[in-house]
Nanobody
Framework: VQLQASGGGLVQAGGSLSLSCVAS???????MGWFRQAPGKERDFVAI????????FYTDSVKGRFTISKDNAKNTVYLQMNSLKPEDTAVYYC???????????????????WGQGTQVTVSS
């Protein structure tokens, strides 16, 4: 299974962007979502959605600004990002995991499938 992310770009602070991540085949994972990595920093958890059920989880810094959603029929997960801030600038990676347990949601090593990353740049 390959993940293809798209939708990044350059936006001014306060603006919005929408990311998409399409799986190449029907997937059977427990969670799918987004991480981000700024230059010189580790890959950080952003948001995740349970593939069956739709429960969502967000890192505190994006709560109320970002919304994760999915379309099971299209094997696609989305990330709507509003009220963007310069500190949101990073490469955003979509990820999917089969056996991820709730205590490991924010650990990138728990996810077995990764997209290629898409750059999001927020100017001040």
């Amino acid at each position: 299974v390959q993940l293809q992310a798209s939708g990044g770009g350059l936006v001014q602070a306060g603006g919005s962007l929408s990311l998409s991540c399409v799986a190449s085949a029907r997937i059977n994972v427990r969670y799918m979502g987004w991480f981000r990595q700024a230059p010189g920093k580790e890959r950080d958890f952003v948001a995740i959605i349970r593939w069956n059920g739709g429960h969502t989880f967000y890192t505190d810094s994006v709560k109320g600004r970002f919304t994760i959603s999915k379309d099971n029929a299209k094997n696609t997960v989305y990330l709507q990002m509003n009220s963007l801030k310069p500190e949101d600038t990073a490469v955003y990676y979509c990820a999917a995991g089969e056996g991820v347990i709730s205590s490991q949601l924010q650990n990138p090593r728990a996810y077995g499938y990764w997209g290629q990353g898409t750059q999001v740049t927020v100017s001040s």
